[in-house]
Nanobody
Framework: QVRLVESGGGLVQAGDSLRLSCAAS????????VGWSRRAPGKEREFVAA????????KYADSVKGRFTISRDNARNTVYLQMNSLNAEDTAVYYC???????????????WGQGTQVTVSS
């Protein structure tokens, strides 16, 4: 089992940037894909971004493509989500999880972390 801890959330203004971190401990983190999802108030959890085991391939939701960048540092057992040009629609709790392969489907991931709150004021 992998234990994941998200951090880096906060309150920012529209147009600002944030970098979220997903730190892992437990089984071999570098062997797995990692996905980020988010849940906005009153909405279902949705896929945000994913990265494969070595960082050579990434996927993004259309709503964040061009603004968010996912990356990983396997030496540090950490995956990052750089979020630029934030807007009010990005307000949500952001979660990370590991999966056997990179996919848009949230069912492909498990061991979700506790999440980190991102609030964007307009």
């Amino acid at each position: 089992q992998v234990r994941l801890v998200e951090s880096g959330g906060g309150l920012v203004q529209a147009g600002d940037s944030l970098r979220l971190s997903c730190a892992a401990s437990g089984r071999t983190f570098s062997s797995y894909a990692v996905g980020w999802s988010r849940r906005a108030p009153g909405k279902e959890r949705e896929f945000v971004a994913a990265i494969n085991w070595n960082g050579s391939s990434t996927k993004y939701a259309d709503s964040v493509k061009g603004r968010f960048t996912i990356s990983r540092d396997n030496a540090r057992n950490t995956v990052y989500l750089q979020m630029n040009s934030l807007n009010a629609e990005d307000t949500a709790v952001y979660y990370c999880a590991v999966g056997s392969f990179m996919t848009h489907s949230l069912r492909g991931y498990d061991d979700w972390g506790q999440g980190t709150q991102v609030t964007v004021s307009s």
